[in-house]
């Protein structure tokens, strides 16, 4: 390495650990510029992720790739004991292994990945009673645990299975076992009992927890920081002591999304008076503005709101709460209906720290607000899709107190046109992913005098996108990763080679429905290596032969666009609500 590049290899290794651990994928890059580079991001890249493309090759990836940590099986067809048994034999100090979404739960051998810190299970067909001893005496370092909704119903796991389990994991921190509808009040007490040092735990649609071991679970795990839980004020005869919560001295998120909440219960759980930062009352019945106004009185520290769907706000009311919002980072706000401008303006200039909102399908639009706001919002992510009443002036004026949001998503949005977007696009310079799917008042973006160097993701899904479009994006858009076509039937073979020509850095193309020739998939990967998956119009069968070509040249093509790995496509958790 030399000239620019004549650091010393600790501080481009340092480097390559921050790209690991933002995108593993852009390692890729940096390995092609010399062997030194090559050398340093084996050594650093710690995520690997097995798919049927990868096993033929997987012992020679695991040779590799020595400082792996986590592993992820993800669109995986292939043997999966067999391949677990390779990463085990590998000698590699796994701490992270994901095998959600798996038909079977794995064979895990006694000697196999010992010092596993963090499993997912999410999903998995088939989880049984004697899966969950089996985790209990295989990984006893075991710090989190994901076992929530086995792909089977009724769920065959029941109290024995999670008593087993609290009594072998004893160093547990963390555990989710949502929708494992059989477990009763004894699968909490075991885990209260015997997980001493559990922090977080999730037991969504467990329809046969009590009120009463809810609240001796909070009673009883001094080091409990994270609830969630659904279905409160349903069961007859479920309620609290006045001293339920008092004991939650370092509860710090708490979720009763799905419950029915009445001022009673708020008021019992805000004068419990517990560091709550992060309060998620999504789709909730009976809470009312008195409920919640005396809520956020006494919490007013809170840093995460999430109201999605508490049809009964009015921006009236929103504007009385924003006195006790002010360190908010993030609010959701979505299908809150009677919801305006006024209110997200009101939002945007008294939580001057908010990095993130989602407030879809409400009333933004209809409203008539001519006050001048004197702010430049440090947002960074905006969800205000489905709001049919959304238009270009509404839009533009975000645009300009929001300047510095990087992830915008106006979808489903058929009142915005192409003047609203190009404002955007002018004033929001720090854009890197777009979401316009769906906004059918867009019909051509015509001669744009500026590029987006940053604008990494965009989303024009049943747009009338076409290839004179295609060709002003591969303009101004030339640092693209992510492109979704899906339903845009005037887009053909024209416009896709601009972009995949012009856009060097392109991973992921989705061209449902698009009117492209058979022929064009072994030009685009040819034309662009750094074309990784690619979804073909529907109807196209790929031959073996062409499977075989696409995926010599590191590329796999596929039929669900959901199967993509990008980032900007699998949102983390429910509406960023387990983002910090």
């Known amino acids: 390495m030399r000239g620019s590049m004549d650091l010393p290899e600790e501080c481009w290794e340092l480097i390559c650990k921050l790209i690991d651990e933002d995108d593993y994928r852009f390692l890729e890059s940096v390995s092609l510029v010399s062997t030194s580079f090559l050398a340093i991001t084996n050594r650093v890249r710690s ?5 049927d493309r990868t096993v033929p090759f997987l012992h020679r990836h695991l040779l590799r790739f020595r400082k792996l940590k986590r592993i992820r099986f993800h669109d995986f067809h292939e043997d999966l004991n067999s391949s677990l048994l390779q990463v085990s034999l590998s000698g590699l100090d796994i701490e992270s292994l994901d095998v959600s979404g798996m038909p079977y739960f794995p064979d895990f051998g006694m000697k196999m990945m010992r010092n596993l810190k963090e499993l997912n299970c999410s999903g998995v067909g088939e989880l049984r009673e004697s899966d969950l001893v089996s985790i209990g005496a295989c990984f006893p370092s075991l710090q989190k645990l994901d076992i929530s909704y086995p792909d089977s119903l009724p769920s065959p796991v029941s109290d024995s299975g999670i008593i087993s389990l609290s009594s072998n994991l004893k160093g547990l921190l963390k555990i989710n076992v949502s929708g494992n509808n059989l477990i009763t009040d004894k699968s909490l007490v075991s885990l209260s009992r015997n997980c001493v040092l559990l922090r977080e735990i999730i037991f969504r649609d467990c329809d046969f927890i009590s009120s009463g071991c809810i609240e001796f679970l909070v009673r009883n795990s001094e080091n409990l920081e994270s609830l969630a839980i659904n279905g409160i004020g349903w069961r007859p005869r479920a309620s609290f002591s006045n001293d339920a919560f008092l004991f939650a001295r370092s509860l710090s998120k708490l979720d009763l999304s799905d419950s029915f909440l009445s001022d009673d219960l708020l008021r019992l759980i805000a004068d419990a ?5 992060k309060l998620l009352l999504s789709n909730c019945h009976c809470l009312s503005f008195d409920g919640l106004l005396y809520f956020l009185a006494k919490h007013q520290t809170l840093v995460h709101l999430n109201l999605e769907g508490s049809s009964f706000l009015s921006d009236e009311m929103i504007v009385e709460l924003g006195v006790f919002l002010r360190r908010l980072t993030f609010v959701n ?4 209906a009677k919801l305006t401008g006024v209110a997200f303006f009101n939002i945007i200039e008294r939580c001057v720290s908010l990095k993130r909102m989602r407030m879809e399908g409400t009333n933004f639009g209809v409203e008539e607000y001519s006050k001048e706001l004197d702010i430049k919002s440090g ?8 709001n049919h009443n959304l238009s270009d002036e509404c839009l533009e004026k975000i645009s300009r107190h929001c300047p510095f949001v990087e992830t915008l998503d106006v979808a489903q949005c058929p009142g915005i046109t192409r003047d609203g977007i190009l404002e955007v696009l002018r004033n929001c310079g720090e854009l890197r992913s777009l979401d316009i799917s769906g906004c059918t008042g867009i019909r051509g973006f015509g001669v744009v005098d500026f590029e987006l160097p940053k604008l990494e993701s965009l989303r024009a899904c049943g747009t009338w996108i076409d290839d004179q479009d295609l060709d002003m994006i591969s303009k101004i858009c030339r640092g693209l990763l992510h492109l979704d076509l899906k339903g845009c039937l005037t887009v053909g073979s024209r416009g896709v080679k ?5 856009c060097k850095r392109l991973r992921e193309i989705n061209l449902g429905y698009c009117k492209v020739d058979d022929g064009i998939f072994t030009w685009m990967v040819c034309a662009n290596p750094s074309l990784r998956k690619i979804v073909p119009p529907y109807g196209f069968s790929p031959t073996r032969k062409l499977h075989s070509f696409l995926l010599r040249h590191g590329c796999v093509i596929c039929q669900d666009f959901s199967k993509m790995l990008s980032k900007g496509y699998n949102a983390n958790g429910r509406d960023g609500d387990n983002s910090d």
């Open 333 to 336: 706000l979505s299908f809150c």
């Open 498 to 502: 601009e972009v995949v020509q012009s």
């Open 273 to 277: 008076k517990f560091p709550l930062k």
């Open 47 to 51: 995520t690997f992720i097995i798919t």
């Open 379 to 386: 947002i960074k992510s905006l969800c205000i899709s489905g």
